[in-house]
């Protein structure tokens, strides 16, 4: 690819202080592997939700969450802290949704700062029809062609990535708060 390239040798011994620790060649071929199939296996549930059900997966993702919340309904920056996207970012999904009669925003009654949004009965019928056809998605991407053993260690590998990456202060640059 590149003359000399970093990537394009294995490091076997401990790099120099404050010299990167190059990926390996089998790391690498793993790390371009893992982009490229979530990259596919985003685009290929977006498709089907825009086809299906008129909708992004961000916006699905945002109307599960509502549904799965007590009252159907969360703290505008609680759900951006879930679905991990910025407050204007999560602020035009919800102006989006509201139009289409899917969620509607109410005030919070204990800070009249806040607003909370909440799935109306409309969008979680809508979240209803949708949703057998995306997990028809999910299964026939992912786990229908793994093994039981595969999908035991693919949520184990995950769950040990989601926890070295989640932000454990306050102080982090996290989406949400932006």
């Known amino acids: 690819m590149f003359k000399n390239w970093p990537y394009d040798r294995c490091m076997t011994t401990a790099?120099?202080?404050?010299?990167?620790?190059?990926?390996?060649?089998?790391?690498?071929?793993?790390?371009?592997?893992?982009?490229?199939?979530?990259?596919?296996?985003?685009?290929?549930?977006?498709?089907?939700?825009?086809?299906?059900?008129?909708?992004?997966?961000?916006?699905?993702?945002?109307?599960?969450?509502?549904?799965?919340?007590?009252?159907?309904?969360?703290?505008?920056?609680?759900?951006?802290?879930?679905?991990?996207?910025?407050?204007?970012?999560?602020?035009?999904?919800i102006a989006r949704l509201e139009k289409n009669g899917w969620v509607r925003r109410e005030d919070c009654p204990n800070d009249r700062r806040g607003q909370n949004a909440c799935l109306t009965d409309r969008g979680f019928e809508v979240l209803k029809k949708a949703?057998?056809?995306?997990?028809?998605?999910?299964?026939?991407?992912?786990?229908?062609?793994?093994?039981?053993?595969?999908v035991r260690q693919l949520g184990e590998i995950t769950r040990i990535m989601a926890e070295s990456l989640q932000p454990d202060g306050t102080d982090a640059d996290l989406p949400w708060l932006r």
Request: hydrophobic share 35%; charged share 25%; proline share 7%.
């Open 15 to 93: 790099p120099n202080p404050g010299e990167p620790r190059w990926l390996t060649a089998e790391e690498q071929a793993v790390w371009r592997s893992y982009l490229h199939a979530t990259t596919l296996l985003e685009d290929s549930l977006d498709r089907q939700l825009q086809r299906d059900a008129g909708m992004p997966h961000v916006y699905y993702g945002l109307l599960v969450k509502l549904a799965e919340a007590p009252r159907r309904r969360l703290r505008m920056t609680e759900l951006a802290k879930d679905a991990k996207i910025t407050r204007s970012r999560l602020s035009h999904a």
């Open 131 to 150: 949703a057998p056809g995306h997990v028809t998605a999910v299964r026939q991407a992912v786990f229908d062609r793994l093994s039981p053993e595969q």
